[in-house]
Nanobody, 122 residues
């Protein structure tokens, strides 16, 4: 079992920045591929970014490339999502997830956090 707790969400103006954190506890954090997903009101949950076990490989949704950066600190069992140049369309609940499959598909992740709200005002 892995428990994931997100933090760092909030209200920010368009063009601003936020840094989300996801702290993991339980089984060995470094053994999991970590992902971030988001769900806007009335929409399905979508892939945002993922990072390999040793942080060597990252992938992003086209909508956030160049603005968001995913990183991880295995010593702290934490994954981060640095979000810059935020836009109103980035407003969503952001979830972190852990899994062995680690694709852009939700079903490849076994553990999920409770989510943190990000609201971007125009």
């Amino acid at each position: 079992q892995v428990q994931l707790v997100e933090s760092g969400g909030g209200l920010v103006q368009a063009g601003g920045s936020l840094r989300l954190s996801c702290a993991a506890s339980g089984r060995t954090f470094s053994g999991y591929i970590m992902g971030w997903f988001r769900q806007a009101p009335g929409k399905e949950r979508d892939f945002v970014a993922k990072i390999g076990m040793t942080a060597g490989i990252t992938n992003y949704a086209d909508s956030v490339k160049g603005r968001f950066t995913i990183s991880r600190d295995n010593a702290k069992s934490t994954v981060y999502l640095q979000m810059n140049n935020l836009k109103p369309e980035d407003t969503a609940v952001y979830y972190c997830a852990a899994g062995y499959g680690g694709s852009w598909l939700q079903r490849s992740y076994d553990y999920w956090g409770q989510g943190t709200q990000v609201t971007v005002s125009s």
